[in-house]
């Protein structure tokens, strides 16, 4: 059954591509080996409707038009040469190399199998994709969040997704997915809530297709890019004076920009000791800030501004009390 | 899957690639497709059975089958216009191209170069609607790393090590670069301590050439390694508020569970001076710390911290 599938398709898409017109239903029936099993034309209908999805599944695009050219009726079916083939393409041993490297990058199943199929694709243009790339390069792009195929195959076919997130069921346009820091998220058009931002591991069911592919069209890449500033950390509003112990508190050291390697003024309250340097550090968030310096322990002052110094001398007494 | 539509999508590069070659051995052909080679007598097998409408004998595809079965390679004989494979799909597009992507941020200049006329000729769009970003560090320190990984040069890394807090210059033979859930590594090989290494490429502050060139050294540990040693760490279990939650996302966990309005945490614990940090940095966030050693390990430091202020 699965053979005798195979072959019907495949001759479908060789009569259809080598048709010189539009060819009516009842012609393909007629001339395309595999159809004469269907007993009854409604049987034919339901088969040739499947075999077109099917063939739109692996990226044949099919052309409509009427079979007859005096006719307005829709009945005539093509593949257009133009829209079919892989252009001609050339490529250099290196690149060649490159293919076969980028074919290893993707760990994710899904997407692993989508940049293997297009690997063939170029093996079979033509040029042989060397085996053996340079091997001191082992970029591998993964998810381990079980939603992501789905929301890649929504994303990429333009297909409303269906999934629950913070105790609410959700009807979502995604516009775009976007990894930072080893979490994947989506963007999209929230149907009842508006546009947000949704964390593939924040999902609380198997997210899944809703709509036909094909169902919206991503707005202005300015606005797509504006919604997408929020997972950017918040650009810095505030500065705090840290005295740093030299050698020591990268993090924040690398954050900020030292100042001279002695105190510029005398709050009055501490003598910046001589191993320490005064660095000025941007922030945008206090409770992260007072989390930074606190993590740093004693190779980090506060010099100013006073609430910052009280938030982390309060931040570590409390600590001191679950150590107790 | 192994359905019709996967078996067809291939068949349609696969036959003209053994038209291509003629005289193909089928384990070549396996290979290149990353099938079996009983897969591909069952795609042979599907695509002799097809041609041009019509039926005759020299309208099919033909395939010399005695041959095929003594020696096991492949002749073709194709009369359609199946000559070339079907063009790149919308997810084969998106996939190649962020893999070429994530390839371009790690390479020396002139691959890059290279992959950027790759990009083009394959006319592979810009992907606006995916966005990654890996924590791969500054770029002419990469390059300068892959540079020297491919000249095999030793070189002297000035490295902001996290979990120390502390800035270490490592002479190091470089050996690889790969990338983590989207962190990028460099495993070398530590001259001073005479073990293998692995550095964050984004804590990398400098690469300088010693002038030595790199030696080979046994036993790379792969990615896996650090998997391992997850796994036979210590636990620790935090009690945190729910605005603390975020860590058992952040870091690799043993159990997370909710307990009342707090939620449970088990971290296994490769570095505790790592666990000391995390716990400053929590502050009143955590209610309860077991084995109780950590907590009083980072109320000392706590009050170290105090003592300044004083």
Known sequence: ?324 | MTTSIDQVARLLSEIPYIEAHPGIRVTEVARVFGISPAQVRKDVSVAIFCGLPGGYPSDLIDVDLDVLDDEGVLYLTNPTTLDRPLRLTIPEMASLHLALTVLRSLVPDDVVASIDALMAKVSLPSQPDIDLRLAAGDEAVRRMITGAIAAGDQVQLTYEGRSRGHTTHPVVDPASVYVADSVAYLAAYDIAVSAWRTYRLDRVARVEVTGQPSAPHPRQPGPQEWAQSLATSATVTLTVDQSAAWIGEYYPTRAVRPCGDEVVVELPVVDPVWLVRLLLSLGGQVSRVEPGEYARAARDVAADTLALYS
């Open chain 1, 1 to 324: 059954m699965a053979q005798r599938n195979s072959e019907r398709l495949l001759n479908l898409v060789i009569a259809l591509l080598d048709a010189p017109r539009f060819l009516s239903r009842e012609e393909i029936r007629q001339r395309v080996a595999g159809y004469e099993t269907a007993g009854s034309e409604a049987a034919f209908q339901r088969m040739f409707e499947r075999d077109k999805q099917d063939l739109r599944a692996m990226g044949v695009e099919l052309q409509i038009r009427p079979s007859d050219p005096s006719s307005a009726q829709l009945d005539g079916y093509r593949v257009a040469p133009s829209d079919f083939y892989l252009p001609h393409i050339h490529l250099t041993p290196q690149e060649s190399t490159l293919v076969g490297l980028a074919a290893a990058v993707w760990s994710e199943p899904t997407v692993a199998a989508d940049v293997g199929r297009a690997t063939v694709k170029l093996r079979a243009a033509g040029e042989d994709v060397a085996a053996g790339p340079a091997s001191f390069m082992m970029p591998r792009l993964g998810a381990r969040e079980p939603g992501f195929p789905v929301v890649w195959q929504a994303l990429l076919s333009r297909t409303p997704l269906r999934f629950t997130y913070h105790h609410a069921k959700r009807r979502v346009f995604p516009w775009r997915l976007i990894l930072r820091s080893g979490a994947w998220y989506v963007l999209g058009e929230d149907q009842a809530h508006g546009v947000r931002l949704f964390r593939l591991s924040r999902m609380e069911d198997a997210p899944r297709l809703d709509g036909e592919p094909g169902s919206y069209v991503l707005p202005d890449a300015a606005i797509i890019a504006d919604h997408a500033a929020r997972v950017e950390p918040p650009a810095p509003t505030a500065t705090v004076l840290l005295a740093l112990r030299r050698g020591a508190a990268d993090s924040l050291r690398r954050r900020g920009e030292v100042l001279t390697t002695a105190a510029p003024t005398d709050p009055g309250w501490l003598v910046t000791p001589p191993d320490f340097d005064v660095v000025a550090v941007s922030y945008a968030l206090v409770d992260e800030i007072v989390s930074a310096i606190c993590a740093a322990g004693p190779d980090v002052l506060v010099i100013e501004p006073g609430l910052i110094r009280e938030r982390v001398i309060a931040h570590l007494r409390a600590l001191v009390e679950v150590g107790s």
